[in-house]
């Protein structure tokens, strides 16, 4: 089969059912409605994020307070090991062939996410896309890019990871700043040049070697 991109006449049909002024909630009655023909929820974004949450939830409610919960890029921390401040846990490289010195984090009652398309990505005409969609354009996103969040929960690390890669760095920054706890560590090769941008919360959190 060949990559190939929707024809612009799909594409445009199919951003129509992009936004989430389509979708009505009813909190009365827990429901929602879809207001778009053919619109669909993907709630890739914040799935794994609420599923290591609820994953510590249920262990707390068994006594079971030092814990990590990991669902893949996604995670949450509970109380440290005992004699540790945190659990350690390494920032994802860009590039796992090459990769420079591993740094690591120290995660203790937060949550951890990365997003990006180190693994989840395909080419056409020798550009390359990836799994994230950009909704204002409907393609995927085109700046190799791994975004790592750190925040009070998982749910919320999730969202953030995702929706940074898809603003930027300025903006994600912006976003990171507005949100309570958050931190942000970006790495992107927009023009054949590694570009690292992270927070000043986030350094806080780098572990002692």
Same mark, same amino acid.
């Given at each position: *089969?060949?990559?190939?991109?929707?024809?612009?006449?799909?594409?445009?049909?199919?951003?129509?059912?992009?936004?989430?002024?389509?979708?009505?909630? /009813?909190?009365?009655? @827990?429901?929602a409605r879809l207001v778009v023909p053919y619109m669909r929820?993907?709630?890739?974004? &914040? $799935?794994? =994020?609420?599923?290591?949450?609820?994953?510590?939830?249920?262990?707390?409610? @068994?006594?079971?307070?030092?814990?990590?919960?990991?669902? #893949?890029? /996604? *995670?949450?921390?509970?109380?440290?090991?005992?004699?540790?401040?945190?659990?350690? &846990?390494?920032?994802?490289?860009?590039?796992?062939?090459?990769? +420079? +010195?591993?740094?690591?984090?120290?995660?203790?009652? $937060? #949550?951890?996410?990365?997003?990006? /398309?180190?693994?989840? !990505?395909?080419?056409?005409? =020798?550009?390359?896309?990836? !799994?994230?969609?950009? +909704? @204002?354009?409907?393609?995927?996103?085109?700046? !190799?890019?791994?975004?790592?969040?750190?925040?009070p929960d998982g749910i919320t690390a999730d969202g953030l990871?995702?929706? &940074?890669?898809?603003?930027?760095?300025? $903006?994600? $920054?912006?976003?990171?700043?507005?949100?309570?706890?958050?931190?942000? !560590?970006?790495?992107?090769? +927009?023009?054949?040049?590694?570009?690292?941008?992270?927070?000043?919360?986030?350094?806080?959190?780098?572990?002692?070697?």
């Amino acid at each position: *089969m060949v990559n190939r991109l929707p024809a612009p006449a799909k594409l445009a049909e199919a951003l129509k059912a992009v936004g989430y002024r389509n979708l009505v909630l /009813d909190p009365q009655c @827990h429901a929602a409605r879809l207001v778009v023909p053919y619109m669909r929820l993907d709630l890739g974004a &914040i $799935a794994k =994020g609420y599923a290591v949450d609820a994953a510590l939830k249920v262990l707390r409610a @068994h006594g079971v307070t030092r814990a990590l919960v990991s669902g #893949g890029g /996604d *995670m949450v921390a509970g109380d440290p090991p005992p004699g540790k401040k945190g659990w350690r &846990i390494e920032v994802a490289p860009l590039d796992v062939t090459n990769a +420079p +010195p591993a740094r690591f984090v120290s995660l203790a009652n $937060a #949550g951890l996410a990365t997003s990006g /398309d180190l693994f989840q !990505h395909l080419e056409i005409d =020798g550009k390359r896309y990836s !799994h994230i969609v950009d +909704p @204002h354009t409907g393609i995927g996103l085109t700046d !190799h890019s791994l975004v790592t969040v750190i925040a009070p929960d998982g749910i919320t690390a999730d969202g953030l990871s995702t929706a &940074i890669s898809v603003l930027g760095p300025e $903006a994600g $920054a912006r976003l990171v700043e507005k949100t309570r706890g958050a931190a942000v !560590h970006m790495v992107r090769i +927009p023009r054949a040049r590694i570009e690292v941008t992270e927070s000043n919360r986030f350094r806080k959190f780098y572990a002692q070697p």
